[in-house]
């Protein structure tokens, strides 16, 4: 059976503001050291297991110039231009039915487009052993991650027994708070939730039909204007009428042979400007800098530089991102506010700016 | 006897780094909102006392341009050009070897370029009494400034009896520790030493001909040539032959006949970044920000904005500046180090943005 896979890259990326913006979110951006953009990362440790024209991204329809030019090795019909945003559940029905003209049926591994893997050596073999769980029957499968420490920042999946070479899912659940992240973690029985998906395509396909028939038959529409002169059409009057849904809600709360395959590959989902002193390396002072500066008695600071000599002095814990319209200046225990100044921006009209 | 005025506005002003530079130093710049730059303020509020032609400014020669941009009204003859820095003991030397040429004698009232005042009218009348009391034989008389916490960063003058409307000096003292500071304005014996200094042109050539007997005959030949054709070069080789020295140490810590007045009439220094909160309104977040500026959660914080947008998240206590080509973002407990920054730029050779 061949293996696909979908790779969503259609997120606004608003937690790096400044240098992501509405025309070019962190999906598009490069955050490490080495100059690839996350998706091409993404894409890159990805082809040990699935063939180039087998790879494809769904993004938003301002987008596809961007990935055409970052990942010109991909088939331009694999390029997925959703009109509009629905979340995860709209945009794997539509990829699903898009796979289903080319294959009768065939293995989806499903990813984001914008996390980083630091061992993907680990990351091929956890995928591959995905593959041949998904292949049984009607599984769906998800890779968890093995928590390191009480996140309350990200969903957990509780898994049961051993079975068939993964592990059953008792249930999803939601961002915990503090002492609860720290339960699980004590626990053993607890994954963080990465969003990647492994299954066979008439496996979802059979769980969108069961658990949102609306958007299955939508989806079905799509997939059958597909390389026709509808195609367009189609899709912009059937997308825009979905509703938002996440596939986590929509299918993986509900449905039967849930599976998870615990990974330990070094997964970092870069949610925040915070993540970027993880993925890179930092100098004595614990400092992560990058462009043309000058710290002074500055500690456990990251600096993205742009076009001009930033100095620091005295401060610690602090994000400053130097962009050539904007520059961030942030707490670190304030990332998750970088929306809030998109969200001011955005009342004073400011579009150029988000 | 006719009052004149000395304005020694030679500094450097390395501490309003990058804002101030070289070409470019702080009493040239506005820090107030009224867009009023130091120097002309410290001209405006001579104005009562003073007349425009009475009024001298000594500067680098690498100033006289902006001087005289700044300042038009002052008579270009008055704009006096130092070849290099030697501190204020030379300058007040040269100033006053060329008042020498234009009156017989005169009262002196030598001033820094680079402070506030917050009561010009208090003022005006503090130094109109000290120069009752200069016009008393040889009296030298300095503005101390009533200490209103225990700063460790100026120098103190301890004052003795009232007498002649002003008091005697027993010592001046150099920048104290802490504790010292403290008992220095508990004994309510102590004022702040503020470099504002009031004084007969006859008085002050005496001393400086007692004290520094070099500088006076070297100061004499330059106020010799003043006026004529070898002014240039006879500046040139006598200033740059002097030794840097200060007039405290030159001579008021040495001279008899030394006074001092008491002002209170909010006096600043502006001696660091930390000053642009205290001479600027604040916000209901004790924030200054100047500039297009987005503070989301933040706190006791001065933003002086350039072009660009600067959005802030979840800081306090941090001093931000922007320039075209430089940014300085400075702890407030470090705003002494910024002189730090411009010696690693002079290291590393990059004297355009020093």
Redesign the interface.
């Known amino acids: 059976m061949n293996t696909t896979a979908v790779i969503m890259a259609g997120g606004k990326g608003e937690r790096f503001?400044?240098k992501s913006r509405t025309s070019c979110p962190k999906q598009f951006l490069s955050l490490t050291s080495d100059g690839e953009t996350m998706i091409q990362k993404t894409v890159k440790r990805l082809l040990p297991i699935v063939a180039m024209e087998d790879i494809f991204i769904v993004t938003n329809s301002a987008y596809t110039a961007l990935v055409k030019e970052q990942l010109p090795e991909i088939p331009t019909e694999n390029i997925l231009a959703e009109p509009c945003a629905r979340n995860t559940a709209p945009c794997i029905a539509f990829a699903a039915a898009v796979i289903g003209r080319k294959y009768d049926d065939a293995i989806m591994i499903v990813l984001p487009s914008d996390h980083l893997i630091a061992n993907e050596i680990l990351y091929a073999d956890t995928l591959k052993k995905a593959v041949t769980v998904a292949e049984k029957g009607e599984n769906l499968v998800t890779i968890g991650i093995t928590p390191s420490y009480a996140e309350t920042g990200y969903g957990y999946i509780n898994f049961g027994e051993e079975k068939d070479g993964a592990y059953t899912v008792e249930r999803f659940v939601e961002k915990p708070d503090l002492p609860t992240a720290e339960k699980y973690l004590a626990s053993g029985k607890y994954l963080w939730n990465s969003g990647m998906f492994i299954w066979k395509l008439s496996s979802v396909m059979a769980n969108i039909r069961k658990f949102m028939p609306d958007i299955y038959s939508g989806a079905l529409k799509i997939g059958e204007s597909f390389g026709t002169a509808e195609f367009n059409g189609v899709l912009e009057r059937e997308f825009t009428a979905f509703r938002s849904e996440s596939v986590d809600f929509g299918i993986m709360e509900k449905a039967d042979n849930i599976y998870t395959l615990p990974g330990s590959f070094g997964w970092d989902d870069v949610g925040s400007w915070l993540a970027v002193e993880r993925i890179n390396d930092t100098d004595d002072n614990s400092n992560y800098i990058d462009g043309d500066v000058?710290a002074?008695?500055t500690r456990h600071t990251t600096i993205c530089g742009g076009k001009?000599?930033?100095?620091?002095?005295?401060?610690e814990n602090?994000i400053?991102v130097?962009t050539?319209?904007?520059?961030?200046?942030?707490?670190k225990?304030?990332?998750q506010?970088?929306k809030?100044?998109i969200a001011?921006?955005k009342e004073q009209g400011?579009n150029n700016?988000v």
């Open positions: 503001w400044p000058i002074e008695n001009r000599l930033i100095a620091t002095v005295g401060i602090i400053i130097d050539d319209d904007a520059m961030l200046i942030c707490s225990n304030s990332t506010d970088v809030k100044i001011r921006l400011r700016l």
